[in-house]
Structure formats: structure tokens, C-alpha cells
């Protein structure tokens, strides 16, 4: 679902469109179009209280009270590595930063904008960033985070971010088969790493990687790894982990 953009919201844009003029990047279309879907607004405690389109719900000036839902994939191969994207430079938030498998929004419509059917929106995402054919059953909710971070001048994150872990076993699950079938709009580059390595590498070089990912690395990964590969023994923590 969309909704038309303001003459104020469109100043905006033109601004993101002269911000990667002077980085040499044409922003892509489909990048633009995504800015006028309806995210979904909630109180502290998930209760849903309305929606918001996507431009506003990240824009610092109007200095959300709210958050809007969100999620983040963690998923792992048989290896019990996990997959993690760096972000494209023709993202509008957090260019070329590393983070977790999927990260996007549910939309405001009748089959993503509940607790149970969010899945749906993981669904959607995988395939359009990474190309993956998944169904609702590979992913199982670990918990939800609360969290705000700044990503430039312009934007900002304020999310309720509902974590989701999967493992896939398929053999030809690997590096060179998914470069072949990521989405460079949304995806420059992928790898699959320990958990060890990642949380090293978080603390060597923070600047590599989205806030939310180190956030959640930090206080949560070797955790996520334990049950990434151990989906039987997940218990799902209703208990929302604040960052803020």
C-alpha cells in the first residue's frame, strides 16, 4: 500500500537525489518508490496505533514519538555460518554498511500488519533482496528489540524490531549461488562468517556494520548462534529488550 508524497516530503527527496549526485550514484527508482509505503506504527509495547509512511517514519525533523515495526533476519547454513548482506550504495539509510541477512518493515495490509502474520514480510523481503524462495515455516521469532539510531543528517531509525532465526541445510546453499541471485539494488555483497568472526570483527572495525546488527550482536549473538543452529530448543521472549 502507498500514499502519495507532499510538496515537504518531496523537497526531501530532491535531497536525497542531490546527497548521491555528489557520491556518483544514481539512486535507484524502486529506492524512491519504497519511501511512500505505509509502515506500521506502534506504542513501546507493540500495541499498533496507526501507520506511517516510510519517508516520514525515518525522517529526524519530524521527531517521531513513535516507532514503527521492522525485522531482522539471522539466518544460518549447515555450517553454522551465518549469511550477512553489506547493504547497496544505493540505499537511501546506511549505504554500504554490513549487517544481517534481511532487515526491512511489514507493511500496513491485511496479511503482514499483525504479530502472527509478519512472517509474510520476511517472506516478501528475502526474495526481493536476496532472491531466496522461502516459506513462513523456516523462520522462528526470537524476540523484539527496541532501539533509535541516527544514519545521516537526514534519517534516522526508531524501530520494534522483531528478530527471526532460520537455518537451511540445502547443500547448494553457498556463496557463489547466492551472488548469482541477490538483488544489486538492494544488495552489494554477501558472506557467510562465524559468529566468532563477526563479533571480532564488530569490535575491530564498528564502522563496517549497521547499529542495530551491532546492538544485537553484542548483547545477543553467541545466543542467536546457540539457537540459530538448535531451532528446536528457541523459545520465543516476549519480554521486548529496550536499547534505547
Avoid at 519504497?34 to 519530524?62: F, M, P, R
Avoid at 527471526?164 to 556463496?175: E, G, R, S
Avoid at 548483547?219 to 529496550?242: A, P, Q, R, S
Wanted: proline share 2%; with cysteine.
Amino acid at each position: 500500500m502507498i500514499t502519495k508524497i507532499t510538496f515537504c516530503q518531496n523537497k526531501i527527496i530532491s535531497q536525497i537525489k542531490f546527497l548521491f549526485s555528489n557520491l556518483n550514484v544514481k539512486i535507484d527508482k524502486s529506492q524512491i518508490e519504497s519511501l511512500k509505503e505505509k509502515l506500521i506504527l506502534v506504542d513501546k509495547k507493540d500495541n499498533k496505533i496507526g501507520n506511517i509512511n516510510k519517508l516520514d517514519a525515518h525522517l529526524i525533523e519530524k521527531k517521531n514519538k513513535y516507532p514503527h515495526r521492522a525485522f531482522s533476519v539471522f539466518l544460518f547454513d549447515k555450517n553454522n555460518k551465518m549469511l550477512i548482506q553489506q547493504r547497496s550504495i544505493k540505499k537511501v539509510t546506511f549505504p554500504l554498511l554490513w549487517s544481517n541477512t534481511c532487515c526491512s518493515h511489514p507493511l500496513d495490509i491485511s496479511n503482514e500488519n499483525t504479530f502472527d502474520n509478519i512472517k509474510n514480510a520476511v517472506v516478501r523481503r528475502m526474495k526481493f533482496e536476496l532472491g531466496l524462495n522461502t516459506n513462513v515455516d523456516l523462520y522462528h521469532l526470537y524476540g523484539r528489540i527496541l532501539y533509535k539510531a541516527p544514519s545521516n543528517k537526514i534519517f534516522e531509525e526508531f524501530e520494534l524490531d522483531y528478530i527471526f532465526l532460520a537455518k537451511i541445510f540445502d547443500n547448494n546453499f553457498n556463496k557463489r549461488f547466492m551472488k548469482s541471485i541477490i538483488n544489486k539494488d538492494e544488495v552489494k555483497n554477501i558472506m557467510f562468517k562465524s559468529v566468532n568472526f563477526i563479533l571480532k570483527d564488530i569490535e575491530k572495525k564498528p564502522q563496517k556494520y549497521t547499529p542495530w546488527f551491532k546492538m544485537i550482536m553484542n548483547k545477543k549473538g553467541k545466543e542467536i548462534e546457540m539457537f540459530g543452529n538448535n531451532l528446536d530448543k528457541l523459545v520465543y521472549k516476549e519480554d521486548i529488550i529496550n536499547f534505547i
